[in-house]
Every structure is written in structure tokens, then in C-alpha cells.
Nanobody, 124 residues
Framework: QGQLVESGGGLVQAGGSLRLSCAASGRTFSTYAMGWFRQAPGKEREFVSAISWSGGISYYADSVKGRFTISRDNAKNTVYLQMNNLKPEDTAVYYC?????????????????WGQGTQVTVSS
């Protein structure tokens, strides 16, 4: 079975930066599209960003465009989410996900594997 493990979350002031990492193991995740989703207290899990297996295609939610950047290193089986100019509304648990196709989507139902999540808290 595949496993995804997120890291890099924490507490940061508004305007600060964090880089999340998602380490994949157990399957050939290098051929899978990967995504980041987040869930704030009392809210639905929502799409943040996704990337194709090659890194050539990436998608972003409107709320993070221009501030977040997704990337991947297939040699390390790791996906990253660089988050700059963080806002209090970015506070959430961030989840890494993988789907067994090469092309990403923005729908959480399309993703087959999920990590346990990492907390990001942005103070004002």
C-alpha cells in the first residue's frame, strides 16, 4: 500500500512563508498526479493545488494563485507546496493526495491516496 506523509506545517505570522513537503512511499507515485487540499475547522476540504506526474501541468485555487507554488522531485518521491504571503484565512490542516492518473484534477473525489495532514496556522 502507498503512504503519503506531510511535513513542514507550523505557526507563522501573516505575510510569512512555509514550505510543505509530502513524502511518498510504497508505490510508483512518480507516475501519479499529486495534489494539496486543505480543511479549516467547520469547513469542507477544499482544493489548493495539483501537479501532473511530470510537473508540466499545475492548477491552483483562485485564493492562492500568485502566492503558492507546487513542485515535485520524482527522484525523491516528494511533492512540495511553497506558501508565501500567508494570510490568516490560509489556516487549515493541509493534506497531500495522489491519484492513479498522470493528469491532475481539482476534485478531491478523484484522489485515491491521502496523507494524515499537517497543521498550518497563520496569526494576524
Amino acid at each position: 500500500q502507498g503512504q503519503l506523509v506531510e511535513s513542514g506545517g507550523g505557526l507563522v505570522q501573516a505575510g510569512g512563508s512555509l514550505r510543505l513537503s509530502c513524502a511518498a512511499s510504497g508505490r510508483t507515485f512518480s507516475t501519479y498526479a499529486m495534489g494539496w487540499f486543505r480543511q479549516a475547522p467547520g469547513k469542507e476540504r477544499e482544493f489548493v493545488s495539483a501537479i501532473s506526474w511530470s510537473g508540466g501541468i499545475s492548477y491552483y485555487a483562485d485564493s492562492v494563485k500568485g502566492r503558492f507554488t507546487i513542485s515535485r522531485d520524482n527522484a525523491k518521491n516528494t511533492v512540495y507546496l511553497q506558501m508565501n504571503n500567508l494570510k490568516p484565512e490560509d489556516t487549515a490542516v493541509y493534506y497531500c493526495a495522489a491519484r492513479t492518473y498522470t493528469v491532475p484534477t481539482m476534485r478531491k473525489l478523484d484522489y485515491n491516496y491521502w496523507g494524515q495532514g499537517t497543521q498550518v496556522t497563520v496569526s494576524s
